[in-house]
T-cell receptor, first 116, second 109 residues
Framework: DTGVSQNPRHKITKRGQNVTFRCDPI?????LYWYRQTLGQGPEFLTY????????KSRLLSDRFSAERPKGSFSTLEIQRTEQGDSAMYLC??????????????FGEGSRLTVL | SQQGEEDPQALSIQEGENATMNCSYK?????LQWYRQNSGRGLVHLIL?????REKHSGRLRVTLDTSKKSSSLLITASRAADTASYFC?????????FGAGTTVTVRA
């Protein structure tokens, strides 16, 4: 079990540029989540996948944000035309429901975005 | 908007002391979870307590839940320097958790 992996860990970009983050969940987990965390706050839910299907998107996920999980394994989160307000830590988590499901999410180390 | 609110926002204690933090939430829940986050890192699940449970223990952690008051507490006993972190409570259904703003705990050596 290698845990949830996120890349890159840090990204500095200029306003208006596009950025993409990748998340590799724990291999047997079919559920994948993206959260955003700003300084001094708790994580806020962005979106959720079960296998390759994106089942819910938060209102926080504007049209500039798109998330995919094409084969039900890794996921990408793209932000187009970045704005300074997008500066945050983007956290990916995975889980596997079923027998013994505890509701526990397994988080990656996050991808920190700084928009200049 | 965030469902839970932790109190206090920050806590500084001496190594070996106990640390207690509280979480209040707004709507009815099926369960409540506590997570820890070391500075600049991801969150780590600590413990989950179901709505029909009043108290749960895990190692040096003790969690209580009072659904009538919509509140929970996390107690860390015999704190260590490694317990320095932010602690978050989280509520929600099985795929969408709402986190509070957290309690930052600093354990002084």
């Amino acid at each position: 079990d290698t845990g949830v992996s996120q890349n890159p860990r840090h990204k500095i970009t200029k306003r208006g540029q596009n950025v993409t983050f990748r998340c590799d969940p724990i291999s047997e987990h079919n559920r994948l989540y993206w959260y955003r965390q700003t300084l001094g706050q708790g994580p806020e839910f962005l979106t959720y996948f079960q296998n390759e299907a994106q089942l819910e998107k938060s209102r926080l996920l504007s049209d500039r944000f798109s998330a995919e999980r094409p084969k039900g394994s890794f996921s990408t989160l793209e932000i187009q035309r970045t704005e300074q307000g997008d500066s945050a830590m983007y956290l990916c988590a995975s889980s596997s429901p079923g027998q013994g499901f505890t509701g526990e999410l397994f988080f990656g180390e996050g991808s920190r975005l700084t928009v200049l | 908007s965030q469902q839970g609110e932790e109190d206090p926002q920050a806590l500084s204690i001496q190594e070996g002391e106990n640390a207690t933090m509280n979480c209040s939430y707004k709507t009815s829940i099926n369960n409540l979870q506590w997570y820890r986050q070391n500075s600049g890192r991801g969150l780590v699940h600590l413990i989950l307590i179901r709505s029909n449970e009043r108290e749960k223990h895990s190692g040096r952690l003790r969690v209580t839940l009072d659904t009538s008051k919509k509140s929970s507490s996390l107690l860390i006993t015999a704190s260590r320097a490694a317990d320095t972190a932010s602690y978050f409570c989280a509520t929600g259904d099985d795929y969408k958790l709402s986190f509070g703003a957290g309690t930052t705990v600093t354990v002084r050596a």
